[in-house]
Structures are given as C-alpha cells and as structure tokens.
C-alpha cells in the first residue's frame, strides 16, 4: 500500500505564491506517474499537473506557465510550485500516484489552498 500526506495549503493573496508538497511512504517502487488534482465546490475534480518517472510533465491549460511540479526521489516527495496564484485556483489540492503491477491509484487526503484578497 502506498500512503500519501498533502501539505503547505493555506491563504495567500492573488498574485501570490505558494508551494504544495507530497510526502510517500509504502511500496511506492512501482509507481510511474505523479499528479496533482483540485476540486473547488461545485466543480468536478481536475488534473492540474502530472509527471512521469522518466520526468515529462504535463500541464492544464489554465495553469501552464505558473505552475511546476517537481519531484526529490531521494526524500520521496513531490511538489507543487504555484506562483501568480488567481482566485480562480481556490481549490482543494489532492497527490495522486498510479502503480504499474497493480494498476491502482493512490489519494492523499487534500490541502485547501484559497486566494483572495
């Protein structure tokens, strides 16, 4: 099983900054792809951004350019870089990981980033 815990959320102001992280832990040796996904009251979940463990990245269209994510394997942990933050990336934040042999995919529990002013 594999287990992951969302961190760095918080308040912060359009224009601002923020930086997510997501901490594993587990038989984490099989995944292959990373990602990170919001859901904002009323909306459907979304894929922000993912990233390969060969690691090509991909972006929505509506954060591409402000948003990065990264990866440490030494520290097993991914990131979310947000920078330019609108109110419009008021959002729940999840880390998403798919497993290669099983096939299943793993949640972490969500981090609450707000922008507003």
């Known amino acids: 099983q594999v287990q992951l815990v969302e961190s760095g959320g918080g308040l912060v102001q359009p224009g601002g900054s923020l930086r997510l992280s997501c901490a594993a832990s587990?038989?984490?040796?099989?995944?292959?792809?990373w990602g990170w996904y919001r859901q904002a009251p009323g909306n459907e979940r979304e894929l922000v951004a993912s990233?390969?463990?060969?690691?090509?990245?991909d972006y929505a269209g509506s954060v591409k350019g402000r948003f990065t994510i990264s990866r440490d394997n030494a520290k097993n942990t991914v990131y979310l870089q947000m920078d330019s933050l609108k109110p419009e990336d008021t959002a729940v934040y999840y880390c998403?990981?798919?497993?290669?042999?099983?096939?299943?995919?793993?949640w972490g529990k969500g981090t609450l980033v707000t922008v507003s002013s």
């Open positions: 998403n990981a798919k497993d290669a042999i099983s096939r299943m995919n793993y």
């Open positions: 587990g038989s984490i040796f099989n995944i292959y792809a």
């Open positions: 990233i390969l463990s060969v690691g090509l990245t």
